[in-house]
């Protein structure tokens, strides 16, 4: 398969963006990176801060014509995983975890965000774009809800951000190609829950304004998350239809 082709810059209003304005039969197999975001970003209308310099702020294009635009949110279950893979090696694996859709926990704190953008041509995929902010230098955040933490901040020592760079690009590649077979598709599937947050526990989240008490018991094949009451009652929330408090 041919390999990836980089393209770093010092400074882009979002790599995600920026990946998506190039034609689509050139963004396939390239990867945008930038030192500095203006405007990274997030789920919705979200943002995501990253001092200049200090993260990795990166977004990949990946062909996806072999899955089929039903199934799309396999690929957001094996990008998370590929991460991992990554991590887990650097990182205490047993406090990394991914909160549904597909950002990256360390304990209680978000470490990495993740958003795909996927082009769909009819009852097909065309290519992804998928974007990554992974905290890895910076010591400093806002204080957002998601109580930003970093590698640094884990470790007490810089992290190199090339070498990470390459290792992360590698393997969630990797990850996605297991899409090709369904013994890769099972795979995928199983790892997704097993490091899924907060899974098959108690918790409270938000909904319609109101808290409530849920169990995650799993996610559908669109990737709604599925949920129980106190009283066994089933629940499939979409996303912003349920919030984690």
């Not at 998506?20 to 979200?46: L, S």
């Not at 977004?59 to 094996?78: C, I, N, R």
Request: aromatic residues 10%; contains cysteine.
């Amino acid at each position: 398969m041919m390999p990836f082709r980089f393209l770093h810059l010092e400074k882009a209003v979002s790599t995600n963006a920026y990946l998506q304005e190039i034609p689509e039969k050139e963004r396939a197999r390239c990867v945008v990176y930038a030192d500095e975001q203006t405007a990274g970003k997030g789920m919705g209308t979200n943002t995501w801060e990253s001092e200049p310099g200090a993260n990795l702020t990166f977004s990949m294009g990946v062909d996806m014509t072999f899955l089929k635009a039903a199934d799309q949110f396999l690929l957001s279950q094996a990008v998370p995983l590929g991460l991992l893979e990554v991590l887990d090696q650097r990182l205490p694996s047993e406090t990394l975890s991914v909160k549904w859709p597909n950002d990256l926990y360390f304990g209680h704190r978000k470490l990495c965000g993740i958003l795909v953008n996927s082009t769909i041509h009819g009852m097909d995929m065309g290519v992804s774009v998928i974007g990554i902010g992974l905290n890895v230098n910076q010591m400093h955040f806002q204080d957002w809800p998601t109580h930003p933490i970093s590698m640094k901040m884990i470790l007490n020592q810089e992290v190199a951000l090339e070498p990470l760079l390459h290792q992360l690009v590698e393997a969630v590649d990797r990850w996605i190609q297991q899409l090709r077979t369904l013994q890769g598709i099972n795979e995928i599937k199983k790892g997704y829950l097993s490091r899924l947050y907060r899974y098959q526990t108690w918790a409270e989240y938000e909904v319609n304004g109101i808290r409530v008490k849920r169990r995650i018991i799993g996610i559908d094949p669109f990737g709604r998350l599925e949920a129980v009451d106190e009283s066994g009652v089933q629940y499939v929330y979409d996303i912003k239809e349920i919030k984690f408090v």
